[in-house]
């Protein structure tokens, strides 16, 4: 592979002559190596998905398919959300690397079109993956019949339209805007992504959970909980720390960042990984505890089918893996400043939160928790394409907020 | 450079070469006054009236029997729990902004954490009253605690009341180690400047023999961040328990999941909109406008703008999962919280907590000391209804319509909530002479002259 070119940027600082970061700030070769690799996989994956899952309307790879896709979703949906909140509480800490979290939110262009294998087949009249689209299944039970205005095919593809079509519209700005700072040096383009956040966030906390309500919660259509689009929403915050601290690791290995991405950004973004390990844990039990105090069968059957036969063991190990398992893994300040630990920790938060989609969509199908092949060649396509498409868009952008006025107080900053 | 949140609040504030003798005289000369401000004199007669009809209603109830509350068949819980829950709920703010702001890096805290906190153990002291005299025999509330007996009697631990016995006396115990840890370098810097006997005698046992060493501030740093740590959790962990009071039960309008998180945003908005009602008129009569910048304010209100976004979020997710759910229990509990006989009950929660607070996307607005000091009553009343609404509309419509009612409180459920702000405010006045208001030496650590090298 050949050597990054070393690319020395002045960067413009808030005020202090002299200060400027000698780094390298654009990615070389070794993107098109790693292009060519994860667009491979990606595709091998979907293929392999499509094939041993049984064809693209069967149940088999509809399941599989929809739960890598969730997975995928909340890395972008998460890094909308987190660029968002940078810009909303004007963060310093994070501006050295906002950039890397811009690109990954930019991937929800490519969500938006890895939604039509699940949305195209239900507008075909397909009900393998929701049954709710038979109007005979909604015709069998009474309590559906008032749900008909809510879940039919034509407005679950409007609010499709809507949820990624602004997702998109979000990220291409905060990048775009992002980007053109870097080659004006124009301040007010950071006044303007703040003054754009609150409207985004709150445009994003509706749009999510009707997402989080559609695409899983409505695969039992006689089910529901007021927390779910929150319980989604937790799994985003954990699944996009992980990814950039993974993403960032592999970009100082490659010799970029170097010297602007310090120990301490790790730290800060290990600290938010521990931190919704128990918000998640928080959500998660609430619904459970709620629901089965009060036991009412409306609710505790979608639990019940999580809680009997072989699904009992599958869900008390979601329970110990997702949460003391990272908790306590992560509380150590050591292992949130060691790269090789952390990096640790968020693959293991990114394998969790799929195994966590895995036992939200998969009791749907199988009375039994059964893994087949397609659930991870639909999981490793889904990872590649989405590593590939971001990595696409990288090449040809700085990796650093070069121009942000903010930026000289996240290169310096430290955790006391 | 002009992006506003960089600017420390105190950037020509504290003008002069004397910034951390500024922060000592404005905050001791509070105590060191030989009388406080007229305006300390006249709310605190009338914070004693209000205490006193608190005492006298109280009393009432002792004697008569929690009769003499409007509570009928089938409200059961009517102004005693919704009261409760609303000092519960202010009794938020503080460890929020002590614990979790801390961890935010959100310095700006210093300037409003030390009352803030004392506000939080004030008002978990009221909101512990309530549910002590609405077990109708209140010489007997240490039942609720698990101590052996020749009884054998035991508290039923399958009760989500009895969790809130251990939420709030754990909440209660940290936030008041926390508050009173943070408080000792500052009754050692009012025990230096005491000139008097007794109140070196007192400042000076109140600050354990803090000298000020490099290792006993090594030690108290390493104490404060342990004990943030803790508390945060118990930030979400005690309105989360006050919350499955009401959600664990089967009741439609109660048992809902999103009533955890909600709870604890309602709390932080609410509490939060007390601490600008409390730091409006302190800020004025106690000379600290340049220690609680209208920096301070402004941020304020903007986390209120947040929280009260949140709350909304909740209230439209109750309602859309409502309709959603298919099922008509449900339907109706929400059709009938809106548009029943309560229905001005719920217009007056939105209004208060998801529109007034809307004001604040406007910088004028929230630089405005008069109309954030509203907005925070508002929002306080707001969230007095919300607690008001949860528990007395789902309960006042039965399933079996022959199980309808309709709460009117009596003049003793008014006395008691009016009494319970006499009560808060007493505490509050009395705090404000004699314990240091502003964390002063946290404060110093944070002024620009702090940091002569800051970037």
Known sequence: MAQPKHKKDMVADSGHAGDYVDDSIRLGDEANGLFRIAAGIGVVGIVLAVVLGGGLTHQQFQHSYLTAFMWGLSIGAGALWWVTLQ????????????????????????????????????????????????????????????KAGY???S???????????????????????????????????????????????????????????????????????TIFGVYYFSGCVLAVHSAMVLALIWLQRKGHLVRSVTVEHYHDLGKMMFAFTAFWTYIAFSQFMLIWY??????????????????????????????????????????????????????????????????????????????????????????????????????????????????????????? | MAIASDINPYQGALKGDNAFAQITDNVSRIMEAPKPPRAWYIAMGFSLMLLAMFGASLGFV????????????????????????FWVGIGHAGTLISAILFLLRQNWRTAINRFAEAMTIFAVICAAIFPGVHIGRPWLPYWMTPIPNQMGMWPQFRSPLEWDIFAVGTYATVSILFWYMGMIPDFATFRDRSKTTVRRLVYGLLAMGWRGSSRQWHRYERAYLLLAALATPLVLSVHSVVSFDFATSQLPGWHTT????????????????????????????????????????????????????????????????????????????????????????????????????????????????????????????????????????????????????????????????????GLFFTLFLLFCRYIPMVAMAEMKAFIPEGHAHDH
């Open chain 1, 294 to 416: 009060a036991n009412i069968p409306e609710e505790t059957h979608w639990y019940h089918m999580r809680l009997e036969g072989a699904w009992w063991p599958a869900t008390l190990a979601l329970a110990i893996l997702h949460f003391p398992v990272p908790f306590f893994g992560l509380m150590s300040r050591q292992i949130k400043r060691n790269k090789t630990t952390l990096a640790l920790g968020a693959v293991y938060l990114l394998v969790i939160h799929w195994y966590d989609m895995y036992w939200l969509v998969a009791p749907n199908l199988h009375k039994e928790p059964v893994f087949h092949a397609a659930d991870f060649a639909a999981w490793v396509g889904v990872g590649g394409l989405i590593v590939a498409f971001v990595v696409w868009k990288a090449r040809s952008v700085n990796l650093l907020p070069t121009k942000d006025p903010r930026l000289q107080r996240s290169l310096a900053f430290e955790n006391v």
């Open chain 1, 87 to 146: 810009h909303l509480v004007g963060a310093r800490w994070s501006v050295a690397v906002r950039r890397v979290g811009e690109l990954l939110a930019h991937s929800l262009v490519l969500m938006a079109l890895l939604s039509l294998p699940v949305v195209v087949p239900m507008l075909l009249g397909n009900d393998s993956l929701y049954r709710w689209v038979s109007h005979e299944y909604m015709a069998s039970e009474h309590v559906l019949e008032g």
């Open chain 2, 62 to 85: 002792v004697w008569e029997g929690i009769g003499a509350w409007g509570h009928i068949h089938p409200v059961a819980w009517g102004f005693p729990i919704v009261n409760f829950v």
């Open chain 1, 155 to 225: 407005f679950f593809a409007v609010r499709c339209v809507i949820y990624f079509g602004f997702w998109a519209l979000m990220a291409r700005y905060f990048l775009k805007a992002s980007v053109a700072q870097d080659k004006s040096g124009d301040t007010s383009l950071t006044a303007r992504m703040g003054r754009a956040s609150p409207l985004t966030m709150i445009g994003f906390a509706l749009t999510l959970t009707f997402c989080a309500v559609d695409f899983l919660m409505s695969l039992d259509a006689i089910w529901f909980s």
């Open chain 2, 258 to 421: 999103i009533f955890p998180p909600y709870f604890v945003a309602g709390a932080i908005f609410g509490g939060f909109a007390m601490v600008v009602v409390l730091a409006v008129p302190s800020r004025q009569f106690f000379g600290l406008k340049r220690i609680i910048t209208m920096r301070h304010l402004e941020l304020m209100s903007k986390i209120i703008l947040a929280t009260g976004m949140l709350v909304g979020y909740a209230y439209g997710m109750e309602m859309f999962i409502a309709w959603y759910s298919g099922a008509i229990y449900e339907q109706f509990a929400f059709v009938n919280r809106a548009f029943g006989n309560y229905g001005w009950a719920y217009w007056t929660m939105i209004f208060c907590n998801v529109l007034a607070p809307q004001v604040f996307w406007s910088k004028k607005m929230r630089t405005n000391v008069w109309v954030i000091f509203f907005v925070g009553v508002l929002v306080n009343v707001g969230m007095w209804f919300e607690r008001f609404v949860i528990i007395c509309t789902s309960l006042a419509r039965d399933f079996l319509p022959a199980n309808w009612g309709y709460f009117v409180p009596s003049v003793v459920d008014y006395a008691t909530l009016a009494g319970s702000f």
């Open chain 1, 151 to 153: 879940l039919n095919v």
